[in-house]
């Protein structure tokens, strides 16, 4: 895979065997831990029970962050693992995996988190989950290391095991301050300059005057088109749609260059809701749509766009068109399974994840879509399992609205407490402590009930039943 991001490591020359890459797991378990202990140790101070209150700070403030920190997601070149000592003892006790074969990953999905804005620039936040066997490792660009693992193991793995976001990552991420010493490196003028100007694309560029087919234009094309890409993943949006406007002024008919221009369009009107600039986003993947000829990887790529951002006849048309004219492929028949799913149209999931499996191009993929059509035929043909997964799903759905209200509850009556010690009044006080107290465990609970629930509910369970 020529031309893509490679990790220090891999650029030196050193065996990740003997030196493997990681990144630290995401906090988020350690914190709510960390939260609730300090409730504690609050509490015990409270009550005046000084050695448990000393001994709650200890917990949630020196021994939980040491576990945070040791706890990290290894890659060797064969196996991603987690190494800190708590999913090690959860691993042991739930008999769980704690590492995953490479030849093992069935899914790899990447969430992009809008942060912080600067002008017209958005900090990007990536979530990178790796999935396979019943084990998913979720990695965070937030902490160092997150570029060097991802990409490592991303460029092993078959693209069709990847989503959109993924794929992207693979080929296009830096860190930020790369990519900040890239954008200055660059002849693409700063944000501020092109702030006047950037809504105006136009889509049909006076391009028959330039010499878009001889070499020097090709490679400068392919060089504004990487940059933009690198650009457009690190936040730098206005400058993006600049370095995509100049390549396609050079390559206008590149479907490929004009199916990511446009999805740099969508995530600028986005964040700027202008309607203008998305509506010359759909027609800028309307071009690239017609520009891709028989393309089947570029058009299952359109065809996922347009599925996730709800244009689901225009998705299908898509889909249609690459089974019809070339053939079926593994991503299209995957997508032609979620629309049917989105119609309720069970039959036909089940159908197309069956196919999905025959052209699927390794054994966790094979694996993975042989599991979704035992999944969906057993909900197709057991009115009892289905009503079941349907329960199961809305209580998921309650106890998440329940888990938010009651971690609101619970700051509420910090509030509460703070003005009681501060009148003072420890009627008023005390009123805060019961409501924060009862809101914590009601939070804890729904907390641990929803991962418990998050599973599909093994249909051998019905069987046994039975």
Known sequence: MTGKPKSRLEKSGVSLKDHPMSVRALIGGYLSAAFAITFLAALSVYLEYPYAAAFSI??????????????????????????????????????MRDRLKLSDIEQVETIAFPGIRRGRNVYF??????????????????????????????????????????????????????????????????????????????????????????????????????????????????????????????????????????????????????????????????????????????????????????DWQRAGKVFKRVVGAIGENFRTLRGQ????????????????????????????????????????SHLNEDEEYMELEISRINLLDTLDRLRRSSFRFCVSGFVVIILGIALPNDSIANIGWAISGISLVVWIVTLLMSKMLAPRIPFELMEVDE
């Open 58 to 95: 200890l917990i949630a403030w020196v021994i939980i962050p040491i576990l945070w920190i040791t706890d990290r997601i290894s890659f060797d070149g064969r196996r991603i693992r987690r190494t800190g000592l708590v999913p090690r003892i959860i691993a042991r006790a739930t008999g």
């Open 125 to 310: 936040t990536y979530r990178t989950a790796i999935v396979g066997k019943g084990v998913r490792f979720t990695m965070s660009s937030k902490y160092k290391g997150f570029g060097d693992v991802v990409r490592s193991v991303l460029q092993r793995l078959d693209e069709d095991v990847l989503d959109i976001t993924s794929i992207d990552i693979r080929d296009y991420f830096f860190e930020k301050h790369v990519a900040g010493e890239r954008v200055r490196r660059s002849e693409i003028p700063s944000s501020d300059v092109l702030d006047s100007s950037f809504r105006d694309i136009h889509l049909k560029p006076a391009a028959d005057n330039y010499p878009s087919d001889d070499s020097d234009s090709v490679e400068r094309a392919k060089r504004l088109r990487r940059l933009a890409n690198e650009l457009r993943l690190s936040g730098f949006l206005v400058q993006a749609l600049e370095a995509f406007r100049r390549a396609a002024i050079l390559r206008p008919r590149d479907a490929k260059l004009l199916f990511e221009f446009s999805e740099c369009i969508r995530s600028v009107a986005g964040y700027e809701r202008d309607e203008n600039l998305e509506r010359k986003a759909r027609a800028m993947m309307r071009l690239a749509e017609r520009h891709a000829g028989n393309d089947s990887e570029l058009l299952s790529r359109i065809g996922e766009s347009y599925f996730q951002v709800g």
């Open 337 to 376: 399974a979620e629309l049917a799913l989105r119609e309720g149209k069970m039959a036909h999931v089940i159908h197309n994840f069956a196919a999905a499996e025959q052209v699927a191009g390794t054994t966790s993929l094979r694996r993975w879509t042989r599991s979704e059509v035992e999944y969906f």
